[in-house]
């Protein structure tokens, strides 16, 4: 009987390859669709009479949903499996990005910021736990590296993806509508990647892993994991682990507040320091991204 191979010494494969690359467009999603909307500001501020509050608020709200929906699916995702939920999160950013395109006021615009926000926040702790739970030891900090370096990646193609449209009648429409396309590619590229096989273990379900790694490698597969403890979430405020995510959550908060602030503002910033404003204030942007 053939002895089953440690996980760890599995080689970097094709589906380690596809599950880092898939599960890298929340993020991209995450660039695209925050920069997106200071190109797309440049043109709604006049025609739905923004004034300085709203367009703070507009600004303020993905960061907002992402509070939420980082905080929200990362249990749900526990619950439910990482492949449903990986699929479910990009069809929901691709319903609302084609919504935005139909907002009228800025009201409706700060509720589907506030929406795509959410859904977007949902992706991180599905991607990442997805990616995690599918890389061995020595890929698991590129792979992390990797899904940090496409947040970039996306910020820049909607630069340029803004650019691209501002002339265009209704170029705002089209912006906020076009997270749409890379969202489809994204489901494309998602939608016959396997279950996470440590989630598949935790929940009990071992002969259904162990045919899944059979299919992929091609060999039996084992895990030298630890068993899973039962926690509870008020742990993370215990004398123990409290400073741990304090000092974490004090390193996020000072690199994402006055990232999204640049990044979200960008076109007017780069027009103030004397680029020409409106579509070129876009292609000025691309250098910050």
């Known amino acids: 009987m053939q002895q ?3 996980f760890d010494d599995l080689k970097f494969s094709s589906i380690h390859r596809r599950i880092m690359l898939w599960g890298s467009g929340g993020p991209f ?13 440049e043109q709604l501020t006049p025609l739905l009479h923004l004034d300085a509050e709203w367009i703070g608020a507009l600004g303020a709200a993905t960061l907002a949903g992402l ?15 990482r492949r449903k939920m990986f699929l479910l999160d990009i069809i929901a950013i691709g319903v609302i990005s084609v919504a935005t395109m139909f907002v009228s006021t800025p009201l409706e615009l700060l509720v589907m910021r506030v929406l ?31 899904i940090a370096a496409m947040w970039y990646v996306g910020a820049t193609c909607a630069n340029l993806v803004g650019y691209w449209l501002y002339d265009m009648e209704g170029g705002w429409r089209w912006m906020l509508g076009s997270a749409f396309i890379p969202c489809l590619i994204i489901l494309i590229g998602r939608f016959d990647l396997p ?3 440590r989630w598949l273990l935790r929940k009990g379900r071992v002969k259904e892993c162990e045919q899944m790694m059979i299919k992929l490698f091609g060999e039996p597969v084992c895990f030298d ?7 509870r ?9 409290f400073p741990f995510v304090l000092f974490v959550a004090a390193i996020w908060t000072c690199q994402v507040i ?32």
């Open 4 to 6: 089953p191979r440690n």
């Open 29 to 41: 999603l995450d660039g695209y669709v925050l920069v997106i909307i200071g190109v797309a500001l």
């Open 67 to 81: 509070f939420i929906g980082t905080s929200l699916f990362g249990y749900i995702c526990d619950k439910v499996g």
């Open 116 to 146: 795509i926000g959410i859904v977007i926040g949902a992706d991180y702790p599905i991607a990442t736990s997805m990616i995690t739970e599918f890389s061995n030891t020595r890929q698991r900090a590129f792979s992390i590296g990797f």
């Open 195 to 197: 279950e996470s096989p």
């Open 225 to 231: 994991d630890e068993p899973p403890q039962e926690t």
């Open 233 to 241: 979430f008020l742990q993370l405020f215990n004398r123990r682990h």
């Open 258 to 289: 006055p990232m999204f602030a640049i990044y979200t503002f960008g076109p007017q910033i780069v027009g103030l320091l004397g680029w020409e404003q409106g579509r070129n204030a876009a292609l000025g942007n691309v250098v910050i991204s």
